[in-house]
Nanobody, 129 residues
Framework: QVQLVESGGGLVQAGGSLTLSCAASGRTFSSYAMGWFRRAPGKEREFVSAISWSGGSTYYADSVKGRFTISRDNAKNTVYLQMNSLKPEDTAVYYC??????????????????????WGQGTQVTVSS
C-alpha cells in the first residue's frame, strides 16, 4: 500500500503561482511513475501531468503546457507541481497518483486514470480573477 498526501493548495490571483507537493509513504516511491490530475466542479477528473520513476520523462496536458512543471525528489519521497501564470480555469481539486507497477513501460498511457493504483485525497486550488 502507498499513502499519498497533497499539500500546497490555496487561493491565488490570476497570474500568480503555487507549488503543490505530494508526499508518499508506505512503499518504494522511486520505483513508479507519478501523476497529477485535477477535477473542477461538475467535471470529471482530468490529466494534468506525469513523470517517470527516474524523473527523466514527462507529459503535460495541452492546457497547462508551458505554465506547469512537474518534478520529483525521490530522496524525499515527494513529487511537485509548480504552477505559474495561473488562470481562473485552473481552479480545481488537484490529486496526485502513483502507478504501482514498476515494470510498466513509459508511454502516453500514463495520461489515463486507469494505470494509477494509488491516489491522494486532493488539495484545493482556487484562482481568482
Amino acid at each position: 500500500q502507498v499513502q499519498l498526501v497533497e499539500s500546497g493548495g490555496g487561493l491565488v490571483q490570476a497570474g500568480g503561482s503555487l507549488t503543490l507537493s505530494c508526499a508518499a509513504s508506505g512503499r518504494t516511491f522511486s520505483s513508479y511513475a507519478m501523476g497529477w490530475f485535477r477535477r473542477a466542479p461538475g467535471k470529471e477528473r482530468e490529466f494534468v501531468s506525469a513523470i517517470s520513476w527516474s524523473g527523466g520523462s514527462t507529459y503535460y496536458a495541452d492546457s497547462v503546457k508551458g505554465r506547469f512543471t512537474i518534478s520529483r525528489d525521490n530522496a524525499k519521497n515527494t513529487v511537485y507541481l509548480q504552477m505559474n501564470s495561473l488562470k481562473p480555469e485552473d481552479t480545481a481539486v488537484y490529486y496526485c497518483a502513483a502507478d504501482g507497477d514498476p515494470t510498466r513501460r513509459w508511454s502516453s498511457r500514463i495520461k489515463t486514470r486507469g494505470v494509477y493504483d494509488y491516489w491522494g485525497q486532493g488539495t484545493q486550488v482556487t484562482v481568482s480573477s
